[in-house]
């Protein structure tokens, strides 16, 4: 816990990926040193506290109708989230991922669409309810889903739609004077599933993080 109370508050809102799901497991988890919250941390030292909220599955106002997959609309939780930890200097999202899959039904562009409404705007008009403030947002576009492996073909991702994802997001915001944004595929690559990311991954995703974080806080 980090006790400074100076500390830059970043909470890190996310699914799967922020969650730490290790690639070809059944459902297990990275350590939290392993993660790339964790790996930020370390990074970033006292003087920041990561705060974590990755939950696997979690998608953008969908319902998985998995048993066990309750409470996985994340535009339900987002707001008591952000007063949950209030007061939060900066929000990382990483999300949309879930929503490629081919049942839920979305297009590219409602992905998108949802992600500015029920997301973006929704985080950068939060004031804080005890400093005169609201978060500042870093928007990460997800990793690229390989379906040629197993895993990701037999959950009905489609790899031209994560990458058009991908791409949308970064010609809506890559200069955007709103948020700060990056394409967590110029770091990583996914790991042997096609979906889920390895150490590796994560390591270097904390390291292309940083710099943004000590810039922007």
């Excluded at 990926?17 to 964790?38: A, I, M, Q, V």
């Excluded at 003087?47 to 319902?63: A, Q, W």
């Excluded at 005890?130 to 489609?158: Q, V, W």
Aim: glycine content about 6%.
């Amino acid at each position: 816990m980090n006790t400074n109370p100076r500390a830059k508050r970043i909470l890190c809102f996310g699914d799967f990926y922020t969650w730490g799901y290790r690639p070809l497991t059944n459902h297990l988890r990275f350590d939290s040193n392993t993660r790339w919250t964790g790996v930020l941390q370390e990074k970033l030292g006292d003087d920041f506290e990561i705060i974590e909220e990755g939950l696997n599955s979690r998608s953008l106002d969908s319902n998985d109708p998995r048993p066990g997959k309750e409470g996985r609309d994340g535009s339900k939780y987002l707001i008591p989230c952000l007063d949950s930890h209030d007061p939060v200097d900066l929000v990382i999202l990483m999300l949309g991922s879930n929503e490629l899959k081919e049942n839920y039904g979305k297009t590219v562009e409602q992905i998108v669409d949802i992600l500015e409404q029920r997301f973006v705007g929704v985080i950068l008009n939060r004031k804080s309810q005890f400093k005169n403030s609201k978060p500042k947002l870093l928007l990460i576009a997800p990793p690229i889903i390989d379906e040629t492996k197993e895993y990701a073909r037999s959950h009905k991702y489609k790899t031209e739609k994560s990458k058009k994802l991908s791409e949308i997001l970064r010609n809506k915001y890559i200069k955007s004077e709103k948020l700060i944004f990056v394409d967590s595929n110029d770091y990583v690559e996914p790991g042997d599933d096609g979906v889920h990311i390895d150490e590796t991954s994560h390591k270097k995703l904390a390291e292309g993080l940083f710099p943004k974080i000590k810039e922007i806080l």
